[in-house]
């Protein structure tokens, strides 16, 4: 099944952080979509027809454009919606930003970190410490940003982006990594994400961590599809319009 013309449509699958907060932010501001929840190995031919990053989330709008970032999409959703995920402005802005920033960095270390375990035949401690000690170090950071705020709604008294980012990455790096976040080091931060995944939202919007299958990946790594080169440059895999 490919999205329909002139249908909002989300690929990828909800074990994703980032296709999970993009698809929470758009059922909270009640936009409706059509989901396509693609793999990025298993739908690898269909994604890069439509995202030639081969990534999700990728998000298509009713006129056909493509985004391809979730920050990108959430910007495109914000403008749309009746209601802002982002506090209106301030300081209470400002440190939305910065953890939501700080969550989303850290979904990507623990990405990063996942597909190095799960994809390399030997994994490069160097690079695997480093990814470690970056998300531990957003970790604290957060649960040091969480103390004396409420439980739930850390911003403007309602859910905000910064919210949605933190329970998708929290959930995503106790599954793919599970020994690595101790929940009684980070108390307040492991209180605010159990709180958000109790939200009837959370729990629709969510699936659990599953692995790329290994042997399809390192075995065989011509099965991507891939630009052809000519001396005229890389040839698109579609004609643009
Ligand atoms: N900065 C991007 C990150 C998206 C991302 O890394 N998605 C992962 C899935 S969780 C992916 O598609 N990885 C496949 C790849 O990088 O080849 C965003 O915020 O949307």
């Known amino acids: 099944m490919s999205p329909t013309p002139g249908t909002l449509t989300l690929i ?15 059922t909270v501001d009640s936009i409706p ?14 994604l890069c027809l439509i995202n030639p990053l081969m990534r999700v989330p990728t998000l298509v709008l009713e006129d056909g454009c493509v985004l391809v970032d979730s920050h990108a999409m959430l910007d495109h959703i914000e403008r749309r919606a009746a209601t802002a995920l982002h506090p209106a402005s301030g300081a209470e802005r400002h440190a939305a930003l910065r953890v939501e920033g700080l969550a989303v960095g850290m979904a990507e270390k623990s990405v990063s970190l996942f597909y190095d375990y799960q994809l390399r035949r030997e994994v490069s401690e160097i690079w695997a410490a480093r990814c470690r000690s970056q998300i531990l170090g957003a970790a604290q950071a957060l649960d040091a940003a969480a103390q004396g705020r409420p439980t739930l709604h ?30 009684s080091a980070l108390p307040a931060l492991a209180a605010h994400a159990t709180a958000l995944e109790a939200l009837p939202v959370f729990q629709v919007i969510a699936q659990s961590v599953i692995p790329p299958a290994r042997g399809s990946c390192t075995s065989s790594p011509s099965s991507f599809p891939s630009p052809t080169m000519s001396p005229a440059g890389v040839q698109p895999r579609v004609r643009p319009p």
């Open 12 to 26: 990828g699958q909800f074990d994703s952080p980032f296709v999970r907060r993009v698809g929470i932010a758009m």
């Open 154 to 183: 850390w911003f403007a008294g309602r859910l905000t982006h910064a919210d949605i980012a933190l329970a998708a990455t929290w959930r995503f790096v106790h599954e793919a990594h599970p020994v690595l976040l101790g929940d």
């Open 33 to 46: 979509f059509a989901h396509l929840p693609w793999s990025v190995f298993g739908d690898a031919d269909r």
